[in-house]
């Protein structure tokens, strides 16, 4: 019986109307052009799907944007290599050559760029793609679907499975165990992932996971008090705290403690206004839903119960339903539930320690690692830190650090590869060795 082909792809060496690298490259530039075209309605969009405040949406999908366009610029990139042989009557070639199709699942979080991505390295390469975006924002991904065929993406390359809450499960494992899929690329929660990859072991497929974070914001007494501020509030309530890379755990040096919860206390209570995600003061929208909200309440509760004292916020807004004051907390140890498991809300845990073998300790002991932060203004402890954190990604006196030209991914139970950077098209690549003989 014939194995299904699961190689389908638009690269060169594809009979079936192939498209060359450069074709690719065009159609993705173009790609990135309707999405520029079309900003402000895609941005309203995500604010319509998942309520993050409007000047988010609209750099959401800037960054979203600039994937396509780097990746249109990569696809003319994909270099081969001719390696010198032992023996004289042959010759070695290394051809790289698109996996196949891609199956490609994505968070509600950052319903755009979550997409675009995966999509774009996939593309790039020359594989085609089946997008399930998650069940709370399909909206955006049948957006991107309809620039997609304006900007010439020929038909059954990016496909759209949109799904119910209920039907979720059962898409994921028709993705992961159908033979005709070459590869998944997914970012979610580590939970999910881990069931994901049983799915896909049943065919051996190449995957790329991006699962949850638990990221340390660790301050040393000799940082910049106000830059760690600044940087803490962007790192911690950016989209209400549900980003994957978003501290989960601030752990502060006892010489410089005092001084910064006083001063985060301050920006959170002078500097954050929750409402609507279309009010242009608005720089904290609406949880996703009511099961985020009571996970936000026993974290806090759990901490308050072991002795936490509540800074600032603490409770559901008066704005009702999913809306939530941005919390801060002191006097946290390691045994909390905040400090052992990713909120995924505007709660920011405050511990207390005192040397950097210490922060460092704390810091490692999680099963995951996607990203870590520190302030300090001493050399040789950067150097230190930044090699010694068990993650993927490290923001040295930097709270945001996610670019199109840098490599997104976590080690440990964070996740498998690379997304973005020169790195990322290399997802969707398979290397084929090819022995000349007989010359």
């Known amino acids: 019986e014939a194995r299904p082909r699961r190689r389908a792809h638009l690269a060169d060496g594809d009979h079936g109307g192939r498209l060359s690298s450069q074709e ?27 309520g993050k405040p409007l000047k988010e949406a609209q750099g959401e999908i800037l960054y979203s944007a600039s994937f396509l366009e780097w990746f249109a610029e990569e696809a003319r990139r994909v270099y081969g290599d001719i390696i010198p042989a032992s023996a004289k009557d042959r010759r070695i070639l290394v051809l790289k050559q698109p996996v196949g199709v891609a199956a490609i699942i994505t968070p509600w979080n950052f319903p755009s760029a979550m997409i675009t991505r995966k999509v774009g390295a996939a593309l790039a390469a020359g594989c085609t793609v089946v997008v399930k975006p998650a069940e709370d924002t399909p909206l955006s991904a049948l957006a991107l679907g ?11 390359v ?28 997914f970012t979610g929660s580590t939970a999910t992932g881990k069931i994901l990859l049983k799915h896909a072991a049943g ?11 638990h990221a340390p914001f660790i301050v040393f007494d000799s940082a910049d008090v106000d830059r760690a501020v600044a940087g803490a509030l962007a790192s911690k309530y950016r989209n209400s705290g549900q980003t994957c890379v978003c501290t989960n755990r601030f752990l502060v040096q006892k010489g410089i403690h005092d ?22 003061k608005t720089t904290q929208g609406p949880l996703i839903n009511e099961k985020a909200v009571e996970k936000v309440e026993r974290h806090i509760n759990d901490a308050v ?23 801060l907390l002191s006097n946290v140890t390691t045994k909390m539930l905040c400090t052992q498991e990713e ?3 505007p709660l920011a845990p405050v511990i207390k320690f005192e040397t950097e073998e210490e922060a460092i300790a704390i810091a490692n002991a999680a099963n995951v690692g996607l990203a870590g932060y520190f302030y300090s203004q001493d050399p040789a402890q950067i150097w230190r830190v930044a090699e010694q954190l068990e993650v993927g990604m490290v923001g040295v006196n930097e709270g945001i650090l996610s670019s199109v030209e840098s490599p997104f991914g976590g080690v440990k139970e964070s996740g498998l ?18 022995c000349f003989g007989g010359l």
């Open 24 to 50: 690719r490259s065009v159609r993705l530039r173009r790609w990135y052009e309707l999405m520029m075209e079309n900003k402000e309605e895609l941005a309203r969009i995500i604010t319509a799907e998942n």
């Open 146 to 156: 309809e620039l997609a065929n304006q900007a010439g993406i020929p038909a059954g």
């Open 158 to 185: 990016y496909n759209v499975v949109p799904c119910s809450r209920q039907q979720t499960a059962a898409v994921g494992e028709v993705l992961c165990t159908d033979p005709l899929v070459a590869k998944i690329s």
């Open 203 to 213: 065919t051996v497929k190449r995957v790329s996971m991006e699962l949850g974070g």
């Open 259 to 280: 001084k910064f919860v006083e001063k985060f206390a301050k920006a959170i209570e002078r500097e954050l206004h929750v409402g609507s995600g279309f009010d242009a």
């Open 305 to 327: 119960s072991q002795g936490a004292f509540i800074v600032t916020g603490g409770k559901r807004h008066s704005l009702g339903k999913n809306f939530f004051e941005p919390t």
């Open 343 to 345: 909120t995924f809300g």
């Open 417 to 434: 590869g690379r997304e973005g950077s020169k790195y990322g098209i290399d997802e969707y690549l398979e290397i084929k060795y090819v």
